[in-house]
């Protein structure tokens, strides 16, 4: 069983930055594809971000250029910078965990494992 845990969500205003970031714990984290989604009220969960435990990464075409994740294997952490954020970028952020093969499928129903969720808000 793989233990996911999110921090450093909170309140940042249009065109500033953030960084959130995912310990997970359970597996040898080097093992584990990692991801970030997210999740608007009255939305589905989406995928924002993904990092294969090769280290290539996949973005959402609305982060691409802004997003930046990355991980640290000795630390079992993934990160997510947000930078130039925008009110639509509000939302409670996921990270996940699958130890699956990954293919080309980077959606909710290929990862295993998932963090309880931190609120980003920006506001305009």
């Known amino acids: 069983q793989v233990r996911v845990v999110e921090s450093g969500g909170g309140l940042v205003t249009a065109g500033g930055s953030l960084t959130i970031s995912c310990a997970a714990t359970?597996?040898?984290?080097?093992?584990?594809?990692m991801g970030w989604f997210r999740q608007a009220p009255g939305q589905e969960r989406e995928s924002v971000a993904v990092?294969?435990?090769?280290?290539?990464?996949y973005y959402t075409d609305s982060v691409k250029g802004r997003f930046t994740i990355s991980r640290d294997n000795v630390r079992s952490t993934v990160y997510l910078q947000m930078n130039s954020l925008k009110p639509d970028d509000t939302a409670v952020y996921y990270c996940?965990?699958?130890?699956?093969?990954?293919?080309?499928?980077?959606?909710?129903?290929?990862?295993?494992?998932w963090g309880q969720g931190t609120q980003v808000t920006v506001s305009a």
């Open positions: 359970g597996r040898t984290f080097s093992t584990l594809h």
């Open positions: 990092i294969r435990k090769t280290g290539s990464t």
């Open positions: 996940a965990a699958t130890a699956r093969n990954l293919l080309f499928d980077y959606a909710v129903r290929s990862f295993d494992f």
